[in-house]
């Protein structure tokens, strides 16, 4: 049984930032990738970003190249955060992260295995 838990949703004006965390837990060894996900109302769940297992593989969708950025955590080896910066309206939405047992990510949402119960990102203008 994996569970993995987001945590860092909130509300924030525009231009602002905000960092979600993420993390992963089981009783295994494994060392997980992650994908970060969003879906705002009425919308289909869409790809962010995503980091491989030893955090040197990274991708992100276009539209938040150069203002969201995934790192993992250093002493903690199945977290991962995604810093927001400079947020818009159009970021407003449910924030998922997910994970697998695998060396590489993807932006496939149907390649992860586990998935968080989602933390609220709200931006207002």
């Known amino acids: ?46 790809f962010i970003g995503a980091i491989s297992r030893d955090g040197s ?3 992100y969708e276009d539209s938040v190249k150069g203002r969201f950025t995934i790192s993992r955590d250093n002493a903690a080896r199945n977290t991962v955060h995604l810093q927001m910066n400079n947020l818009q309206a ?14 590489w990510a993807t932006s496939t949402f149907r390649s992860y ?9 709200t931006v207002s203008s």
């Open 57 to 59: 593989n990274l991708d």
């Open 1 to 46: 049984q994996v569970q993995v838990v987001e945590s860092g949703g909130g509300e924030v004006q525009a231009g602002g930032s905000l960092t979600l965390s993420c993390t992963a837990s089981s009783r295994t060894k494994n060392v997980y990738s992650f994908g970060w996900f969003r879906q705002a109302p009425g919308q289909e769940r869409e």
């Open 113 to 121: 295995d586990y998935w968080g119960q989602g933390t609220q990102v």
């Open 90 to 103: 159009d970021d407003t939405a449910v924030y998922y992260c997910a994970a697998k047992p695998a060396t």
